[in-house]
């Protein structure tokens, strides 16, 4: 039979290299503290993780706005989705009333009589322009940034037709260039 | 405590001891006391010294901790009603205007006292260790610069709750600096916004951080703050006294025996005593220290409730998405970053870095960065702790107070020099009308 030592026994210096010899207690010692940290580490993580949602129930990203011949000529604020609607004759294009800077919806101010402007030494004709109330960005009216904090231009989206009912459609989804016109 | 006292007299004779053994007695006795040395120094008493603003600022903690738990009975953390019940607790309720005045006008006065009481303690070399043994100033410092960062979180989650347009522009500018920092901006906004959107995700985290997070973090960092200042023998002009001492090369009086008493009949162990206790320079902090307090919670009561008397706080429009209020403004302590993150963005040739990740994260990180390894940087000697305007201190001081003024010119042009679609205007001038949507 295996005798075992008294309990407040010091263990036996065996190994003269001097590197602390793993008894049975600090075999335990370290088995219950890494438990306990494994324990609360892993409670800790499952709590952190139920705060990233799984299901967000949140407005769609590509949605129909109406028939095309609904929109006036000239420019329609959609103020639920932050879009400005652009409309000459049957082109329409869309253009987002969120500042590049830091998210603010931006004003749309209109230039009566137009204004001649140069971008990207370009000549063009503006009728409007967007202003930011929060920081002062300005932008000409196709969206390029020309005063102001904001770093790039407003950002432009896709519009399409739905098959179905010949609605437009806007994909946030799909940022498009400013040279894009969906022709009615 | 001596017998034969009334009952009105055993309840308070810790805050007025009749004799010099009951003021010992007095901070070992009373629960509320016993954080307190037993002797403080006239120098830490003084109001000169300290102005006092580490107190006021914890009794403004107070005050936003209680009118803050009355608040939460009234108020409704949901898009729907959140700002409904903002505006009965305004217009309803018994009192309710001065309770949530209050707990704003406290909030107010809490952030610049909290950064007075920063720019106090670095003018006189607070952080510094002098000659004690066992300090550990820096790291009191490192915890104050962290109770000030979690005092403006604590504002900036508190205007977020009544769900107006300042709310939700606030939420909208702020989150969006976030998602400006490199590789985590996104799923930092995210996880704050609770999804992509500012919705009701969003209103319950600030919600839920504002009442009991920050709270939370604020009241242990302040025991730690506290403890820490009675660890390194108290406010850092102490340190002065003792240094004095020592040139003076003062014989060190054996003043403390203790006896291991019943073990040992005849072996003693002599303790130095801090010199600074001594009468010429200390005081029984019962009832000194104790009247003082008591005298500065009612003062930073009154001028709070006055202030709250006096100050209207607005409640603006509804949350609106579609329409940016114009100007949009931030409270007036955040105005020095909204006018850094219009000012810095940066354009070099095509390439754009935008404000929000200059202004809003890189100076702000860069100067709080600065202020927790600063006490690491400064090499002056120990006869510069806990003086005002120490000579050889002249050129950090005069740094840090030009960064001071900048950051008050950069506050000032944003409250009064701002006008629609943040267009410069002297105080002065009137504002260009502007249609109003409704």
């Known amino acids: ?184 | 405590m001596p017998a034969g006292k009334t009952i009105w007299e055993k309840l308070i004779w810790t805050w007025k001891p009749a004799s010099e053994y009951e003021a010992g007695d007095s901070i070992v006795r009373n629960l509320l006391l016993h954080w307190f040395p037993s002797k403080v120094t006239f120098q830490s008493l003084s109001f000169r010294y300290s102005f006092w603003l580490g107190t006021a600022s914890a009794i403004l903690f107070a005050i936003l901790t209680v009118t803050g738990v009355v608040l939460m009975f009234l108020y409704v953390p949901s898009v729907e009603r959140a700002y409904a019940s903002v505006k009965d607790i305004e217009y309803a309720v018994a009192y309710g205007w001065f309770l949530r005045g209050l707990h704003r006008i406290g909030a107010h006065v809490m952030v610049a006292v909290v950064f007075f009481h920063m720019i106090r303690v670095f003018l006189t070399g607070g952080y510094k260790n002098g000659v004690a043994a066992n300090q550990n100033r820096p790291i009191n410092w490192i915890i104050g610069v962290v109770l000030l960062l979690s005092t403006l979180l604590l504002s900036f989650t508190g205007y977020l709750l009544p769900w107006d347009q300042l709310a939700y522009w606030a939420i909208t500018v702020g989150t969006n600096i976030a998602l400006a920092a490199p590789l985590v901006g996104e799923q930092t906004r995210f996880l704050l916004l609770g999804g992509n959107e500012i919705a009701q995700g969003a209103l319950i985290r600030f919600y839920v951080l504002h009442c009991f997070f920050l709270p939370t973090l604020v009241l242990l960092l302040f025991a730690w703050h506290m403890w820490r200042i009675r660890k390194d023998g108290g406010l850092a002009c102490v340190d002065q006294i003792a240094l004095h001492q020592k040139e003076e090369k003062a014989p060190p009086i054996k003043s403390k025996t203790y006896s291991l008493l019943g073990i040992a009949g005849t072996r003693t162990v002599h303790v130095e005593t801090a010199l600074v206790d001594e009468d010429r320079f200390a005081t029984n902090s019962s009832p000194s220290l104790t009247l003082r307090l008591l005298v500065v919670i009612l003062a930073t009561m009154v001028i709070a409730s006055l202030l709250t008397i006096g100050i209207e706080a607005p409640l603006e429009e509804p949350a609106n998405p579609a329409v940016t209020s114009n100007p949009a403004k931030a409270p007036w302590y955040f105005l020095w970053l909204q006018e850094l993150v219009a000012d810095t963005t940066v354009r070099i040739g095509g390439f754009t870095v935008n404000g929000a990740l200059v202004g809003g994260i890189i100076v702000p990180g860069i100067l709080a960065g600065l202020l927790l390894v600063w006490p690491y940087l400064d090499r002056s000697s120990a006869r510069s702790v806990g003086v005002w305007f120490a000579s050889e201190r002249w050129r950090q001081n005069i740094v840090f107070l030009i960064i001071i003024v900048a950051i008050l010119i950069l506050t000032i042009v944003g409250t009064f020099m701002r006008g629609p679609y943040w267009e410069l205007y002297w105080p002065w001038e009137t504002w260009v009308a502007l249609p109003r949507p409704f």
């Not at chain 1, 949605?63 to 989705?81: A, M, R, S, W």
């Not at chain 1, 749309?108 to 109330?133: A, D, K, S, W, Y």
Request: charged share 20%.
């Open chain 1, 1 to 184: 039979m295996k005798t075992t030592p008294p309990p407040n026994a010091s263990p036996q210096p065996q190994n003269p290299g001097g590197a602390k010899r793993q008894t049975r207690r600090t075999f335990l010692d370290r088995l219950g503290l890494g438990a306990l940290l494994a324990g609360i580490g892993g409670q800790a993580t499952l709590m952190l993780r139920a705060l990233v949602p799984n299901v967000l129930y949140e407005p769609p990203r590509r949605f129909k706005i109406g028939q095309p011949d609904q929109f006036p000529q000239g420019v329609t604020f959609l103020e639920n989705q932050r879009l400005f609607i652009f409309r000459e004759q049957g082109t329409f294009h869309a253009i987002s009333a969120v500042c590049t800077h830091l998210g603010c919806t931006v004003k749309i101010i209109q230039l009566n009589p137009p204004r001649q402007v140069e971008i990207r030494g370009q000549t063009m004709e503006e009728r409007n322009e967007f202003h930011c109330p929060c920081h002062g960005s300005k932008y000409y009216g196709e969206g390029t940034p020309y005063e102001g904090p904001a770093p790039v231009p407003l950002a432009w989206y896709l519009l399409e037709i739905a098959p179905e009912d010949g609605q437009i459609v806007v994909n946030l989804m799909e940022p498009v260039g400013q040279d894009f016109r969906l022709m009615v």
